[in-house]
């Protein structure tokens, strides 16, 4: 069974910087997509930052140039670095893995709130 554990979330001042880490038991993130997503109250979910199986990544323009996604091979984790974060990133912010291109599991979420 895949269980993923995000953690990280908190208040910020508006410039601040965060570090988001999601946990994964139960599957091998080496061999997986995985993904950061955020939803802010009344938007739709959207994608933040994805990571490949290869390595290879891509952010949503609203975030490049601050947001910084990695893998961890040996801990099985994979991280969101956020800096320059601004009010509207508040945001509880999930992760996904996708395997085999089909097999969705997301976490629980990790609120994010920007003041200003």
């Known amino acids: 069974q895949v269980q993923l554990v995000e953690s990280g979330g908190g208040l910020v001042q508006a410039g601040g910087s965060l570090r988001l880490s999601c946990a994964a038991s139960?599957?091998?993130?080496?061999?997986?997509?995985t993904g950061w997503y955020r939803q802010a109250p009344g938007k739709k979910r959207e994608l933040v930052a994805a990571?490949?199986?290869?390595?290879?990544?891509n952010y949503a323009d609203s975030v490049k140039g601050r947001f910084t996604i990695s893998r961890d091979n040996a801990k099985n984790t994979v991280y969101l670095q956020m800096t320059s974060l601004k009010p509207e990133d508040t945001a509880l912010y999930y992760c996904?893995?996708?395997?085999?291109?089909?097999?969705?599991?997301w976490g629980q979420g990790t609120q994010v709130t920007v003041s200003s």
């Open positions: 139960g599957s091998n993130l080496r061999f997986a997509e």
């Open positions: 996904n893995v996708l395997l085999r291109g089909y097999d969705s599991h």
């Open positions: 990571i490949t199986s290869a390595g290879s990544t």
